[in-house]
């Protein structure tokens, strides 16, 4: 079963999705992670949660509102991982969205639990069953909702032989206590604050400039106040019994604000508050472990998103020194998706209508199936289709964020390209091989776009003759609206279908010819007229788009689609898409040469050293490939008029430079192959001439 599971924590400060493929039940259960992407909060979107965290502004206009947004921002960060996953909505079986907690009251006869993301809104605009209100559940039978990521610990991290606690380093720090298999019961419990009185401090430190302590680089700069610290290690939370669960209504900005202001009072800097209340993380983290775990761990596994707080780290490391501390990565679980994928886990278990909560650790009368279930229904086929073309939540208010913040946003949506052509590898590869076949026997490459991807082809094509010695004719890039479209725009020229049919019939396309049409959104008449005269032809018709369900996937043999996701300035396919298609064009051509035998190793040994620079990179190549000095290589490239496979074969089999011509024309100007068998017997044949 393909599941999503998405995870926003008590900082709030953005949303962690991942994919993952269950199979099976519990205790045989097996997941593999597919995709995970993070999406950070807009800067307005973060505001109104913490304005609404606040009872005196979260007004019930205000919670609605916010409702929705959520979950708006959740059915994007949903579609993102699963684009990064390589697959669509529709193969998508259920959604797992443990939602925004805004409040939660665990124990009294006043509990309740509030959790925000209108599962509603992620079910219409994904069409995927969503299970959501996971806390509520528990809660209705007498437990505190909280924390449920015990039952997944339980289930993936249990040790034959070891004693372990699975850290999480959240908003909240909570643990689970894992005895050995068979050895006791696990249960597990809220030690007490994470990161959030850490991001409340940095953001007061750095006047909202940094909404978290970046690696604790802050935190590092200041002194650990022995006052303060015992007065916060004094919390009557902390020597609380387990079951116990906390949140933003003991440990958010009203008890921050009230710390802050004490210790400025006292004389302490920002960046010393920052250092007492890291070692107040860490330090409680300890006692709990001292007070309430039935056996010192072995082993203790840490995730979520204070494991980038590398001075938070040291600090626990330090408070934990019988213990080895490990980030869950080294588990199979990337530490800051381990509680998204256990909410997709949870949904799972859910789904088969199996209980997902521990008693042990909420303290509930029985184990129960948790959530609520959402239908889902299909989503638009232009919903589906144009992925490009949608509006991106996470940069919906870039214009009024600091420059900075722009820059990160932007760097964190081009992290998500790389990971979507990773779902591409096989048609990439099966295009490379396909190609290479009819260019071996005379055929030519030919790119064809429009635009930005036409320009992305041309200088593709263009990079070719000085890098592998092609002749021009063989990569050829087309672009709409021909040269002058390189530099300027030529309005309507991508419109006109015709003109593509007509420059590849120009060109007398034949079958041992490979056409790559690209186009991000899959549907540019330039590319599609030109793809539909290559495959008349009987070409090789091969896609490039970033979109789904495309007439260009009708026309393509082959269709090599990253789905990149919304680009940050919505429809500017120059930015995500561009780079997708820059790196798949890097692939192919790369692939192409090095099958097609232009290099020895990852040395380009079929360069044109036209100028100063390639002249110095030829002699580079032949000493890396010979071992001999620069010098040496100089000599020999002169004796080979330039040719650098020539004067590698030359030295490496000690024979002259139109010996070495003769083999690697016999070798189809594969060196490693003109290198073959033959090699000592020429080389001893050599010696024995000169003896």
């Keep these: 079963m393909l599941v999503v599971g998405l995870m926003s924590g008590t900082s709030a400060d953005g949303t962690e999705a991942v994919v993952i493929r269950i199979t099976g039940a519990p205790p045989a259960l097996q997941w593999k992670l597919l995709a995970h992407t993070q999406l950070p909060h807009p800067p307005a979107l973060r505001e109104e949660i913490f304005a609404c965290f606040r009872p005196e502004t979260g007004t019930v206009d205000r919670l609605a509102a916010l409702n929705f947004a959520l979950g708006r921002a959740f059915a994007q960060a949903a579609l993102n991982a699963i684009a990064a996953a390589g697959l669509e909505p529709r193969q998508i079986e259920l959604i797992g969205s443990h939602g925004q907690t805004l409040w939660h009251i665990p124990t009294g006869p006043q509990a309740a639990t509030l959790q925000l993301g209108a599962p509603s809104v992620i079910a219409e605009l994904t069409g995927v069953p969503v299970i959501s209100d996971f806390r509520a559940r528990d809660m209705a039978a007498g437990g505190e909702g909280a924390p449920l990521v015990a039952y997944v610990d339980q289930l993936l991290l249990t040790d034959k032989q070891r004693v372990r606690a699975a850290q999480n380093l959240g908003g909240i720090a909570n643990v689970t206590y894992l005895p050995p298999a068979g050895e006791g019961e696990a249960f597990a419990f809220d030690t007490g604050p994470g990161n959030m009185l ?161 008693p042990a650790a909420t303290g509930a009368r029985a184990p129960v199936i948790l959530g609520s279930l959402t239908p889902g229904q299909p989503v638009s086929s232009v919903a589906a289709t144009r992925a490009t073309e949608s509006r991106n939540p996470a940069t919906r208010n870039i214009d009024q964020v600091s420059t900075r913040e722009l820059v990160r946003l932007m760097n964190a949506e081009d992290r998500l390209v790389a990971e979507a052509v990773s779902t591409q590898n096989d048609v990439i590869a099966s295009a490379i091989d396909q190609i290479v076949a009819r260019m071996r026997q005379g055929g030519r490459l030919i790119y064809l776009g429009a635009g930005t991807s036409g320009r992305l082809g041309v200088l593709d094509a263009s990079e070719c003759p000085p890098t592998f010695n092609t002749t021009p004719e063989r990569v050829v890039g087309l672009i709409a609206g021909g040269e002058t479209a390189l530099t300027t725009a030529v309005e309507g020229a991508e419109d006109d279908a015709e003109a593509g049919a007509q420059e590849l019939a120009a060109l007398d396309v034949t079958a041992l010819d490979s056409v790559v049409g690209i186009a991000s959104s899959g549907r540019t008449p330039y590319v599609l007229g030109g793809l539909r005269e290559a495959r008349r032809r009987g070409a090789l018709t091969i896609g490039l788009t970033c979109n789904q369900e495309t007439p260009l996937h009708e026309l393509a043999a082959l269709t090599i689609a990253p789905n990149v996701g919304p680009e940050v300035l919505t429809g500017s396919t120059r930015l995500k898409a561009g780079t997708a298609q820059k790196l798949v064009l890097n692939m192919l051509s790369t692939g192409v040469m090095i099958r097609w035998g232009k290099t020895y190793g990852n040395l380009m040994v079929d360069v044109q050293p036209t100028n100063s620079k390639l002249r110095a990179r030829a002699r580079h190549i032949v000493t890396q490939a010979t071992g001999v000095s620069e010098e040496e290589a100089a000599v020999a490239l002169t004796a080979a008029a330039g040719e650098v496979k020539t004067a590698i074969v030359a030295l490496r089999m000690d024979i002259t430079p139109a010996e070495a011509r003769q083999r690697l024309d016999k070798a189809g100007g594969v060196v490693r192959r003109a290198l073959g068998s033959e090699r000592a017997s020429a080389g001893a044949e050599k010696r024995e001439a000169g003896a």
């Design 198 to 358: 850490l991001d409340y401090a940095a953001g007061r430190a750095t006047q909202g400039a940094w909404v978290y302590d970046h690696a604790g680089e802050l935190a590092a700069q200041g002194e650990i106040s022995p006052r303060l610290l015992a007065e916060l290690l004094a919390h009557p939370y902390l020597r609380q019994t387990p079951p116990k669960t906390t949140g933003r209504e003991r440990f958010g900005v009203q008890f921050g604000t009230k710390v802050w202001e004490r210790a400025r009072r006292r004389g302490l800097s920002p960046v010393d508050i920052l250092a007492t209340l890291t070692a107040f993380t860490a330090r409680s983290i300890a006692r709990a472990y001292a007070d309430f775990l039935p056996r010192n761990p072995d082993e203790v596994i840490v995730s979520g998103g204070g494991v980038r707080n590398r001075t938070l780290l040291r600090m626990l490391r330090d408070a934990l020194p019988q213990a080895e501390v490990w980030l869950s990565d080294a588990y199979g679980l990337p530490a800051e998706a381990k509680e998204a994928i256990a909410f997709a886990v949870l949904a799972y278990e859910s789904w088969h209508r199996r209980p997902g909560n521990l």
